[in-house]
């Protein structure tokens, strides 16, 4: 069984956690508490093949942007998440892009990387960052990164997302021997 280490990053309040938990618990948590650092661990099987998951779910606060290199360094696969109703969350992943690109020390096209554009499930008023700016974005980028919005609240796309990083990981840096099923399994 392949382990693969997800980072998740994004600006304060655009449902990194949400993302996480609908993931692993499937469950939305309506309540937002601003995160510090949360790990989850979810085993998914795709294509026969089974993958532990381990998921850093990061600050996005300021306060707490010194442990993200730490996070970076560690990670295998990157989910950058912006939030739909707000812009500054969309322009803020360009730094963490960047970040990530300069700590691993790799063009962007050898990263596992995938960009979320959270909350897609409200109404179009309250979007100000359009689905194509996304998109643009990624192209921008280069290299083979996803791109795709999501609803941690309706569970749009969220499984989808997670097995699109794996995904990239296994191409990425191919391994093998990852058909084997876990027998226990102790969170």
Do not use: H
């Amino acid at each position: 069984m392949l382990n693969c280490k997800l980072v998740v990053l994004g600006a304060g309040s655009v449902g990194k956690s949400a993302i996480a938990i609908q993931f692993v618990n499937e469950k939305f948590v309506e309540k937002y508490d601003p995160t510090i650092e949360d790990l989850y661990r979810k085993v998914i099987e795709i294509n026969g093949n089974y993958y532990m998951l381990e998921i850093m779910d990061t600050a996005g606060q300021e306060t707490f942007l010194v442990m993200r290199d730490l996070y970076i360094r560690n990670g295998q696969g990157f989910i950058l998440v912006y939030s739909i109703a707000s812009k500054s969350t969309y322009f803020e992943l360009e730094g963490i892009k960047e970040q990530i690109c300069r700590i691993k020390n790799a063009d962007t096209d050898k990263i596992p990387m995938i960009v979320l554009g959270n909350k897609c499930d409200l109404p179009d008023k309250d979007r100000q960052v359009k689905s194509s700016e996304g998109d643009a974005l990624v192209k921008k980028w280069g290299g083979d990164i996803d791109f795709m919005e999501t609803s941690a609240k309706s569970n749009i796309n969220i499984s989808s997302a997670f097995e699109q990083i794996v995904q990239q990981i296994k191409q990425k840096s191919p391994v093998k021997n990852t058909k084997k099923k876990p027998q226990c399994l102790i969170i």
